[in-house]
């Protein structure tokens, strides 16, 4: 897939194909059911554990049970060639290109114009980690190590820089002046962890001004 340019897509209202009914299959749709998108998964046979999930989701879905067919690729905003099959993810793969739709093939990354990457994250911070596709395994490795290392108090560091933030930004200041950098070794999350709310507010805007 050459190299890779990591983006966080929002998913909301996009249309999803998913085509394939296995394990894979499965694996892609778990990753994307959190997001209130348009979903639809064509396979001639779909295994119990994705035919449970699709009944469990909130986000709207249609399931086809048939072999996909290159009009499905209608109105398709991300496609994820994912059957058993290699030449018919080619196939996904060629048609999606050639309308200019992302695709990601699950049998050869060299096709896909788009990857999965291993998420690691608390509260409302997310890291993405990707080690390319000669060792597909060691990204989610790293991502768990991440996921270890993120402090616990990290989402009410991020409530309370959006509130400072927002103050700053009302008051006239730039937000490429705001020194993110300096937060991060200052002791606002030792506060936080000791419960001094008011203190570490007060030591964040002191980083950042």
Known sequence: MGSAYLVALNLARLNVLVVGGGEVALRKVRGLCPSPLRLVVVAPDICPGLTQLLEEVECEVAILERKFLPSDLADCQLVFAATSDRFVNAEISRLCKKKGVLVNNVSDSG???????????????????????????????????????????INSLLAIAAEVRSKALSSGVSASDLDWEKVMSSPVLELIRAGEIVRAEESLTECLF
């Open 111 to 153: 096709l896909s114009t788009f990857g999965n990457v291993a998420l690691a994250g608390r509260g409302g911070v997310t890291v993405g980690v990707s080690s390319g596709s000669k060792v597909p395994g060691f990204s989610k490795a790293l991502g768990k190590l991440i996921d270890e290392i993120l402090p616990a108090e």
